[in-house]
């Protein structure tokens, strides 16, 4: 392909922009002639396509600007498809988060029945953009960053034809956090998981292996000073052997993070809320062409970087390593060939190579990840098939809920106050 046909679906989304930056940051590697902006919300549409086409000509790229509603038009010619899909819009993000704090559990978008529910209206929506890209532009890339991104990545890559890669700014930024910390680039990082339940397990720089000398020197050790903690206490990280991501506070701090949410004044979704009405003021501005500084505070910081990147690296054939949500193929041996993981792979036109990684013998990363891969295995038979059984399966093996009465009583709750996006659960 000479010239590029970029696709973005949910283009309605406040990050649009964070992802127009990257397309002209690298204007002279990637030649985009096409970029079609979908969104079924025309009112989000028209306002953030309109910063978008003014950041598109103030950088003087000779790309055309499409706007749409329909699906099939954008991705008619399509060579790379970005989804930033949210299903229920932010509306269904509070309900997810605040309904289950009514029987004691975690509201979170991306894990815990919050997630799992974002799911349910996920999967399907994303398998319905999958068909119609089998008939319209089947060898199309779809880059998929709607949440919860792990789980999609195992409907997508397991009942699709179409190429698919999940991405998440969380590996991004905490490889960055690390080599901030040691003050050192180029560092040969193990990143090992699912997203959002990984763990950077190896940090080496010309052969030393940095953070096993971190964790033998225990506690008072100078290299575990350098450890970026986040919200967790170098004993635990002594204890567990890695560097968790942010998310796992969630797992290691379960009570602890319930408190903090059943206090909170407003939940997430309703401070998002207001952070994209203010940004969407902003965006009205039609004497504003550049992405706003006041974007970083939605959370979405370097996803342009993640995602533009990839394409960056598949369109030139770079062989780029990047941390992606792929299939397995043995790169695991403690995990299925079709089980979506978060690990470092080899980008190129080709596609996508997950770095094999041998002899891995930290046990609790082990069982975790193959607990929580069991929960998504069952999350996306219940929303392909609307199965009820396998639901509930699934909540009760989630580390964040397992209690049977909490967990079919919130199911309930909260299938009933989602129904407009579940059709499959009406038969």
Not at 138 to 167: E, H, M, R, V
Not at 275 to 303: C, F, M, Q, T, W
């Amino acid at each position: 392909m000479s010239n590029i046909k970029l696709t973005i679906i949910g283009a309605g989304s406040t990050y649009t922009p964070e992802l127009l930056e990257g397309v002209i940051i690298r204007k002279d590697s990637l030649p985009v002639s096409e970029i079609a902006l979908m969104d079924i919300n025309k009112e989000k549409l028209s306002i953030v396509g309109g910063l978008c086409k003014r950041m598109i000509e103030k950088a003087g790229l000779k790309a055309k600007v499409i706007l749409t509603e329909d699906l099939e038009e954008a991705l008619k010619g399509a060579d790379f498809v970005l989804a930033q899909i949210r299903v229920g819009q932010l509306a269904c993000r509070v309900l997810d988060e605040k309904i289950p704090l009514k029987y004691g559990l975690i509201g979170q978008e991306t894990t815990g029945i919050g997630g799992f529910f974002k799911a349910l209206r996920t999967i399907p929506a994303l398998l319905n953009i999958t068909n119609h890209m089998e008939r319209i532009c089947p060898d199309a890339w779809l880059i998929n960053f709607s949440n919860p991104s792990g789980i999609l990545a195992q409907a997508l890559q397991n009942y699709t034809k179409i190429k698919t890669i999940g991405l998440c700014n969380v590996p991004i930024n905490m490889i960055t956090g690390v080599e901030q910390a040691l003050g050192e680039k180029d560092l040969d990082i193990e990143y090992v998981g699912l997203n959002h339940l990984s763990y950077i397990t190896g940090v080496k720089k010309g052969g030393k292996d940095l953070l096993s000398e971190a964790l033998e020197q225990g506690t008072g050790g100078q290299g575990m000073k350098n450890i970026p903690l986040q919200g967790f206490s170098s004993e635990l990280i002594h204890t567990i052997g890695a560097l968790p991501s942010s998310y796992l506070e969630y797992f290691y701090f379960k009570e602890d993070k319930l408190k903090h949410l059943m206090e909170e004044e407003k939940c997430r979704g309703e401070v998002c809320m207001e952070i994209e009405d203010r940004l969407l003021k902003l965006y009205r501005d039609e004497n504003l062409s550049v992405k706003p500084k006041e974007l970083e505070s939605r959370g979405g910081a370097r996803y342009s970087e993640a995602a533009i990147s990839l394409v960056d690296a598949i369109y030139n054939d770079k062989k780029e390593v990047h941390v992606v949500n792929t299939l397995n193929h043995g790169a695991l041996e403690f995990m299925a060939d079709d089980d979506s993981v978060e690990l470092s792979a080899i980008i190129g036109k080709n596609g996508v190579t997950p770095v094999p990684i041998r002899g891995f013998r930290n046990q609790h990363v082990m069982e975790l990840m193959q607990t929580v891969k069991a929960y998504e295995r069952h999350t996306v038979q219940a929303a392909i098939n609307g199965d009820e059984d396998e639901a509930v399966k699934a909540l009760l093996i989630h580390p964040l809920i397992g209690d049977y009465n909490k967990a079919t009583a919130c199911f309930k709750e909260m299938k009933e106050a989602h129904k407009a996006y579940l059709p499959q659960f009406k038969k």
